[in-house]
T-cell receptor, first 113, second 112 residues
Framework: DAGVIQSPRHEVTEMGQEVTLRCKPI?????LFWYRQTMMRGLELLIY????????DSGMPEDRFSAKMPNASFSTLKIQPSEPRDSAVYFC???????????FGSGTRLTVV | SQQGEEDPQALSIQEGENATMNCSYK?????LQWYRQNSGRGLVHLIL?????REKHSGRLRVTLDTSKKSSSLLITASRAADTASYFC????????????FGTGTSLTVIP
């Protein structure tokens, strides 16, 4: 099992550009989570899916953020337009249910200049 | 806030010593998890303890849970330099479905 795969590992973009982060969860995991980590705010849950359906997106900071999960093996987090304050490490995690731990990807470090 | 809060924020010990980190939370929980994060990497799940459990072991790790005090502790025995990382607790409850809320973490440095 290759674990949760995120791409790209690093992304540097200019303010105003669209950014798309990608995640491939572990096969068989019904839950997928997107987190954002910054020094100031720690780990924030942005959105999570169950069986490809978004369950709670209350953590999505603004309408500039959107997430999709078109199938069980792929999810995207899009920021359009990006702003410098979006700079952070974005993690994707997948899991079976709440009685088991989650598996995190290695993250995407986003820098918006 | 539903987040757990770890204490201390930073801890530095000599290799071979034991390291204890604490987590306090505010709401009722179904379970609590501990994760480790090495610098520049993702989080790694260490152990999950359910609300009806008081203690759990995994190798050199020992986790306790006191639901009356809304607190948990993670003990790493005979620490190694490779244990240097940040450690986070994450709490989950029925009211939050399958969401887990992470604390701000304890940064552990084990000096060889």
């Amino acid at each position: 099992d290759a674990g949760v795969i995120q791409s790209p590992r690093h992304e540097v973009t200019e303010m105003g550009q669209e950014v798309t982060l990608r995640c491939k969860p572990i096969s068989g995991h019904d839950y997928l989570f997107w987190y954002r980590q910054t020094m100031m705010r720690g780990l924030e849950l942005l959105i999570y899916f169950n069986n490809n359906v978004p369950i709670d997106d209350s953590g999505m900071p603004e309408d500039r953020f959107s997430a999709k999960m078109p199938n069980a093996s792929f999810s995207t987090l899009k920021i359009q337009p990006s702003e410098p304050r979006d700079s952070a490490v974005y993690f994707c995690a997948s899991g079976r249910d709440r009685d088991y731990g989650y598996t995190f990807g290695s993250g995407t470090r986003l820098t918006v200049v | 806030s539903q987040q757990g809060e770890e204490d201390p924020q930073a801890l530095s010990i000599q290799e071979g010593e034991n390291a204890t980190m604490n987590c306090s939370y505010k709401t009722s929980i179904n379970n609590l998890q501990w994760y480790r994060q090495n610098s520049g990497r993702g989080l790694v799940h260490l152990i999950l303890i359910r609300s009806n459990e008081r203690e759990k072991h995994s190798g050199r790790l020992r986790v306790t849970l006191d639901t009356s005090k809304k607190s948990s502790s993670l003990l790493i025995t005979a620490s190694r330099a490779a244990d240097t990382a940040s450690y986070f607790c994450a709490t989950g409850s029925t009211s939050t479905g399958n969401q887990f809320y992470f604390g701000t973490g304890t940064s552990l440095t084990v000096i060889p």
